[in-house]
């Protein structure tokens, strides 16, 4: 397996640990409880720092250059490069509820907990297509010198919640999840 896509499977296991939390959190506030806001939101400030930043465009030149070796996953290409704008949207949507929310109660629980649900079960949708079909197809025809110029394109940054340092912003959600 190439090593890109290895580390692209290792931050989708990360972010499913994320989408866990905040499902439970979403289903404290749908059952009237008060959810933890500030956690929510480090998970939420993690995903776009990270995921919508490196995870999704690392992505998404893999998808175009599986499409110029095989025009036949253009559908699948096309609709999984679309995914990454739309869950982008629907995490933004999420947060700025969120914050609204922690800031002033009267934020409708209901918009509250379903633009949270949206955002949760888009991810896990869009984490599995990409697991199922395009990581493996891309590891079969990419050649190394491909993988290479992807990796060069984005570079890597330390992921600053699961990487060996992590950081100050997020040593509460990390202790969390370090169990
Ligand atoms: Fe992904």
């Known amino acids: 397996m190439s090593h890109v896509i290895a580390a692209l499977t290792r931050d989708h296991a990360n972010i499913s640990k994320l989408l866990e939390i905040l499902e439970s959190e979403i289903l404290a506030i749908t059952v009237g ?8 939101q480090d998970i ?29 996953v253009r559908i699948e290409v096309e609709e999984l490069i679309e995914e990454h ?46 697991e199922n079909k395009l990581f493996p197809l891309a590891g079969q025809l990419l050649s190394e010198k491909e993988w290479q110029i992807i990796d060069g394109a984005i570079g890597s940054i330390d992921d600053p919640l699961f990487d060996e340092m992590t950081s100050d912003d997020y040593q509460r959600l990390y202790r969390l999840i370090a169990g």
Do not use: C, W
């Open 85 to 130: 704008v739309l869950i982008g949207l629907a995490g933004r949507e999420f947060s700025s509820l969120l914050h609204a929310s922690s800031v002033d109660s009267v934020v409708l629980r209901e918009r509250l907990s379903s633009a949270g649900s949206n955002f949760v079960r888009s991810q896990r949708e869009h984490m599995s297509k990409e």
């Open 44 to 72: 939420m400030r993690y995903l776009s720092q990270y995921s919508d930043r490196f995870h999704h465009p690392k992505e998404d030149l893999i998808f175009a250059q599986l499409l110029r070796r095989d025009p036949d």
């Open 33 to 40: 409880k008060t959810p933890d806001y500030p956690l929510m």
